[in-house]
């Protein structure tokens, strides 16, 4: 059964450090988010992205974040200059029409 | 714009009891609705989702959930719980409309007790 794929599960950085989290999206899907989940908390909405351009982005998705599609397989969140605060889960999911997401297992990022 | 409101925090039931989780969700149209469960340090796992149709819907480990419209609820439910189901369960609406996000719950810790 096709799966998101998410790289790596676990990465350490020091605060100040960029770091980009990687994701393999299902192959014939069209639409592409990144979500949010710090350690006890909801999963929050960070961004979509769909036809190469971001289609939606929440407050916590500020100018620290970007996105990119490099390449036909891979969507990409780099966070430039990493704070404490940005400790948490990522998770990347993809969906043919919007109306289904497939999650991926995940990133836990700790900024130390 | 959607949300979802998961009123219990925690829920701790007894192996074998049956198990009702609550979400409410607000909008204004007919929502797809969706639960997932997240194991400790884990991903999220799809159980079950309503796009249309029937309102009780089937989902995987056993699991149902009842669309209400009347009630803008979406319950989860299952007859008799096992150890492996202690976790945390999230409710999670969308508009379906294209691009468009999911709106995750606060989630409910379920607690199993032997």
């Known amino acids: 059964e096709p799966e998101v794929t998410q790289t790596p599960s676990h990465q350490v950085t020091q605060m100040g450090q960029e770091v980009i989290l990687r994701c393999v999206p299902i192959s014939n899907h069209l639409y592409f988010y990144w979500y949010r989940q710090i350690l006890g908390q909801k999963v929050e909405f960070l961004v979509s992205?769909?036809?190469?351009?971001?289609?939606?982005k929440s407050e916590i998705f500020d100018d620290q974040f970007s996105v990119e599609r490099p390449d036909g397989s891979n969507f990409t969140l780099k966070i430039r200059s990493t704070k404490l605060e940005d400790s948490a889960m990522y998770f990347c999911?993809?969906?043919?029409?919007?109306?289904?997401?497939?999650f991926g297992q995940g990133t836990r990022l700790t900024v130390v | 714009a959607q949300s979802v409101t998961q009123p219990d925090i925690h829920i701790t039931v007894s192996e074998g009891a049956s198990l009702e989780l609550r979400c409410n969700y607000s909008y204004g149209a007919t929502p797809y609705l969706f639960w997932y469960v997240q194991s400790p340090g884990q991903g999220l796992q799809l159980l079950l989702k309503y796009f249309s149709g029937d309102t009780l819907v089937q989902g995987i480990k056993g699991f149902e959930a009842e669309f209400k419209r009347s009630q803008s609820s979406f319950n989860l439910r299952k007859p008799s719980v096992h150890w492996s189901d202690a976790a945390e369960y999230f409710c999670a609406v969308a508009t379906g409309n294209r691009d468009d996000k999911i709106i995750f719950g606060k989630g409910t810790r379920l607690h199993i007790l032997p």
């Open positions: 999911a993809s969906s043919t029409t919007g109306a289904e997401a497939f």
């Open positions: 992205f769909y036809n190469n351009e971001i289609s939606e």
